[in-house]
């Protein structure tokens, strides 16, 4: 559980730092590879908390709706990244979500 709660706060800090670093192109790569690195930890971290702290029968009903979780969270920021970068800053996005979800550059 440790390794999960620390790795979405590192994620988090990392995300919302990244309009400043995305100043330069030394600083963005560092950033995403960093950024990638918090988030690797998660997945595994969740799957781990699930084995210690509930059966496995009811394990394998709660995991997919956690999993989903992640997708229908990506879909409402995707969606809403461009209305609040319309009406805002596209930085904004960074700072109300926690995480990258900038529409003007390329997934790695």
């Not at 790795?7 to 400043?20: E, K």
């Not at 590879?33 to 997945?43: T, W």
């Not at 956690?66 to 930085?91: D, H, M, N």
Request: charged share 15%.
């Amino acid at each position: 559980m440790r390794v999960f709660l620390a790795s979405v706060g590192i994620s988090s800090i990392i995300h919302s730092v990244a309009p400043v670093m995305f100043q330069r192109f030394e600083t963005a790569v560092t950033q995403r590879v960093f950024a990638g690195l918090a988030e690797g930890l998660c997945e595994a971290a969740v799957y781990g908390a699930l084995n210690e702290y509930m059966l496995p029968k009811k394990s394998a009903r709660v995991a997919p709706f956690i999993f989903a979780g992640i997708y229908i969270g990506q879909f409402v920021g995707l969606i809403s990244t461009g209305f609040i970068s319309e009406r805002l800053v596209w930085k904004a996005t960074f700072y109300i979500f926690g995480e990258d979800n900038n529409p003007d550059k390329d997934c790695f």
